[in-house]
């Protein structure tokens, strides 16, 4: 089993900057891949991004390419997502999650296990 645990949401203005953690733990020798959904209200939850157990590859959405950045350190068994020129329709619950398998593109279909989530809201 592999428990996760985001960190770091909070209230931002659009145009700002937020960075999410996401701490594992449990059988984390495995060679994951792990990434970022999100569930706006009344929406249903969207893949975000992923990057695969070395780090070498990444895979995401194009809403926000070029804004978020995806990056790990597998010694401190965290993954962390770089949110960068903030805009209102990023409001949602971001959800950490891994994949038993080391490729990103695998963990935007299929995914092993859940964090509970942390909110972040853009005020316009």
């Known amino acids: 089993q592999v428990q996760l645990v985001e960190s770091g949401g909070g209230l931002v203005q659009a145009g700002g900057s937020l960075r999410l953690s996401c701490a594992a733990s449990?059988?984390?020798?495995?060679?994951?891949?792990m990434g970022w959904f999100r569930q706006a209200p009344g929406k249903e939850r969207e893949f975000v991004t992923a990057?695969?157990?070395?780090?070498?590859?990444?895979y995401v959405t194009d809403s926000v390419k070029g804004r978020f950045t995806i990056s790990r350190d597998n010694a401190k068994n965290t993954v962390y997502l770089q949110m960068n020129s903030l805009k209102p329709e990023d409001t949602a619950l971001y959800y950490c999650a891994a994949a038993r398998s080391s490729d990103p593109v695998v963990l935007s279909t299929t995914q092993e296990y859940w964090g509970r989530g942390t909110q972040v809201t853009v005020s316009s």
């Open positions: 990057i695969s157990w070395s780090g070498i590859s990444t």
């Open positions: 449990g059988r984390t020798r495995s060679s994951y891949a």
